[in-house]
Every structure is written in C-alpha cells, then in structure tokens.
C-alpha cells in the first residue's frame, strides 16, 4: 500500500482544506480517498497520546508531534533542519535533543509501534517479512557505514544497512522493528564504536541473526502470525530456520539455485531437484495482486527431509516457480508444523513483496533514508519515528477505506480473487503410506499433494525415494 499525505502546508492539515490519501499496490494508483481534516486531527491525536507517556518532559513529546508532522508532509528533503523549518521552530536544536539526548523509553516506544500497527492492520492471516536496505552515504564516521553491497545502489559502496521487520496481513502492511547492521569493521574497533555512541554490549551479529531477533521479540510480545517470509539471505541460514521451527511458526525462504537441499538420496542441489519435474507437476497460482493484475506464474513442490536427525518435526518442502514468460526458475525453502496447500505457500511467498513497497514509500514520503545523523541512539530514533509516521498513514488509509468506500476495491485490502487456490481449499482426510518412485511414470499431481519427482544425476534417471506422507492438509 502506498500512500500519499498532501494540503496547503502538508503535515497537519488546514482546518479548510481536505487531505487526500492514495493506496496503491506496487507502483500503480488504486484509489484516492478524501480525509477530513477534523478526522485527521482526531486520528493524530490519538497516535500521540498512544505514545506520549514514553517521553519525560511535555516538551519532548511536544517536539516529538510536530517532528511526526513533518515527516508526513511533502518535503522534498527531511532532515532536522527541514523538519525544524516546516515545523515553525526557529532552529533544529529541539529535534537534535530529542534524537541525541531527551529521556525517552525507547524500547516501549518501539512496543508502541508494534501495537499499534497489530490493532488497526489485525492478526489474521498475519506473516511476518523480514528484508534488508541500504541507505548511501559519504560520511564513513556515520554508524555502520562502510563500503559494502547495497541493493540501492545495486554495487558495492559507502553505505549503511539495517534489516527491517515487515507486518503483513490481508488488511496492509507496515514496520514493526529494525535493527542496524554493524560490520565487524565497527565491532572490533573499540574508538569507533565510542564516538558513535555505540552500546558496549553489542557484538558483531549477522543479517539473519538480526532478523532473528527482530521475529523472535515480536513473537515473544504475543504477536500472532502464522508465517514468516524472507528472501536468500535468510533461506540460507540454518539458525534462523530452526528457531522458527522450534517456535511452531512456518516460513517460506526464497534460496539460491545452488541451495542444497536433503532428500531421500542425500542431499541435492535445488536446481537439479527441479530438473526431475515433469510437465503434469506445475500449476498456475496468483502469489497476490501486481500493478497490472494478479502475479501469477507456475508453480511446483517437492517434500524434503529434514537435514539432521534432532530437527523440529514438520513439514518440508522446496517450491519451485517458474516464469510463465521467460521460463526463469525461483526457489524456497518452506516449512509448516502441519499439513498445507501449494496455493498457501505461494501466499506467503507473494507477501515478502510487501516489504519493499514499505521501504520505497518509507523512504520517499516519510523521510526513512534521508536522516543526517550518525550516531547509534539518534539513527534508532529517527527510523522510529519514521516507522510511527509511516503506520499512522497506512492505517489513516485503512480505516477511511473501511468507513468510506463500498463500492471500489482495494487490491491491497481484497486481492484479486485466486480461483485456482479456491478449487485447491478442500483437502481429502487421509494420510498415504510413505513409496519410493522408482523411473517409472510417477502419478499424476494432486492440487494439495506435492509431486513425488526423481533426480537426474546422469542421461537416464536413477531410483529416487519420496515420502508423499502428511503432504494433505488445510489451506
């Protein structure tokens, strides 16, 4: 969902004018709907008395409002000094101090956040969407700046990293938490991490154990989802694989083509696994709405074994898509602690998009990557409060369209109808004894049944063992 804020001023609205939001899903317009500027008001100030007792002093929690304004208004350029301006402050130093020095419990802050976006997006159907960005930046005495990979920029530069924890239910989508990336370049250097204020606890973690962290708090704070989702930096990593496990929550990890995966004849490369698939075992599946429609490509699945003999006990699959114009192949590794559809996996794979529809509208409407500050607690404040102002939109947005419109729909809110998962929802009851398929025709697939398949390590095709056990379930 994208979201647009503007009126004569931006930030809070005149009292005479009307504030217009647009949600869109990815980069296309879906509707526009009027707010009234007492409802926006109204709406704001029920945000900031959400948070207000997190700040000590009324004037922080003052200089915190109007900081959320500006950030929520159509500055080309958010730094303290804009901010500062458009907020009628005759200098930054108000929100230097509430950035770098002002008593404010960040950590209930941050629950505040979280709370506040599970109460208006809801917990049904919830996953959670873990993904990195990367902000540039010239100055290398910033907080974690180094030169380093950036999907930014696409290359190898000065940059700063941070991974970022996506909340994604039918409803919309919005930040829960972040957590910056500190490169061992920060870590092993004791001045560096002084004057950048960083915690002398901290030690060098990482991308996936950030993520770990970051899935594990929600999940500790009571918030109820079903699955997590993330791209190959977090399908490679066994640790983060097996805490989910342990905590009972399924995930769909996009991983590389060399991705080995284990099997009932040892452990094999995704790529060749998917080599031994027949026509007959694709289906056409929607992974959600795109801005030209729904995405849908085809889709196919393998059960796999668990990799070690103490693991979680489950269900595994590897999932492969395929382009239905290029032909290109996509890989995921996917575990459930019960029985599921092909159609339930591809709707959790089809959510990790929404992360990067957050970072593209965080950070060209509410100033996420845009911030001019370089030290540790500053950098956690700044993309707290923009995560805050970021919610705030997506559920002004949600709840005018829940009290609005009746006649338009929202992609976002109501995607496009799957009609193949529909035909795939009604599981049968029962439980096949475990077969070995052998080079002979394999059967044909079932809608909820993941297609025993063979492996081809030479021109003609070995003996290959799939266990088609506990592969019928719900959706």
Not at 39 to 52: C, M, P, V
Not at 90 to 115: C, F, T
Not at 282 to 297: E, T
Request: aromatic fraction near 8%; include cysteine; proline fraction near 6%.
């Amino acid at each position: 969902m994208m979201w647009l804020v503007s009126g004569v001023g931006g930030g809070r609205p005149p009292r005479d004018y009307v504030v217009f939001v647009w949600t869109t899903t990815e980069l296309a317009v879906a509707a526009g709907d009027s707010v009234a500027p007492e409802r926006w008001q109204r709406e704001f100030d029920r945000l900031t008395g959400w948070i207000g007792g997190r700040f000590a002093r009324v004037e922080t929690r003052r200089t915190a409002a109007r900081m959320l304004e500006a950030l929520m208004s159509d500055l080309p350029v958010k730094n303290c000094w804009t901010l500062a301006e458009y907020a009628g402050d005759r200098s930054p130093d108000a929100m230097q101090h509430l950035l770098a020095a002002a008593v404010i419990d960040e950590d209930g802050l941050r629950d505040d956040l979280r709370d506040y976006v599970v109460s208006h997006l809801g917990d049904t159907d919830a996953t959670l969407v873990v993904d990195e960005t990367g902000d540039l930046k010239k100055v290398v005495c910033t907080v974690g700046v180094q030169r380093q990979y950036t999907g930014t920029a696409g290359r190898i530069d000065n940059s700063q990293v941070a991974v970022y924890l996506t909340y994604a239910t039918r409803a919309g989508h919005a930040f829960l938490d972040r957590a910056l990336y500190l490169p061992k370049s920060w870590t092993t250097d004791p001045q560096r991490r002084v004057h950048a204020g960083v915690p002398g606890q901290t030690r060098f973690a990482t991308k996936p154990a950030l993520a770990k962290q970051l899935i594990l708090r929600a999940l500790d704070a009571g918030v109820s989802a079903s699955w997590v989702t993330g791209d190959e930096v977090y399908g490679a990593d066994p640790k983060l694989r097996s805490a989910l496990e342990y905590r009972g929550a399924g995930y769909v990890f996009a991983v590389a083509t060399n991705h080995r995966v284990t099997t009932a004849t040892g452990r094999v490369r995704a790529d060749v696994l998917a080599a031994g698939l027949p026509k007959r075992a694709w289906q056409s599946l929607s992974a959600g709405a795109g801005a030209k429609g729904p995405r849908v490509y085809d889709w196919a699945w393998i059960e796999i074994s668990a990799a070690t003999d103490d693991a979680e006990p489950g269900y595994r699959w590897l999932v492969v898509r395929r382009n239905q114009r290029t032909g290109e192949l996509a890989y995921y590794r996917c575990w459930a602690p019960g029985p599921v559809t092909l159609a339930r996996l591809v709707k959790v794979a089809g959510r990790r998009w929404s992360t990067e529809e957050n970072f593209q509208t965080a950070k060209t409407m509410t100033g996420l990557d845009q911030h001019q500050v370089r030290r540790w607690r500053s950098w956690h404040r700044w993309t707290l409060l923009v995560m805050l102002a970021h919610a705030f939109l997506t559920a002004l947005a949600l709840t005018q369209t829940t009290n609005t419109r009746t006649d338009r729909i929202d992609p976002q809110r109501n995607p496009t109808p799957d009609h193949h998962a529909d035909t795939h929802t009604d599981p049968i009851p029962r439980t096949p004894d475990p077969m070995v398929i052998t080079a002979t025709p394999a059967p044909t697939p079932s809608p909820t049944q993941p297609l025993p398949a063979t492996i081809p390590t030479h021109p003609m095709i070995t003996k290959s063992g799939w266990s088609t056990s506990g592969t019928i379930g719900r959706n």
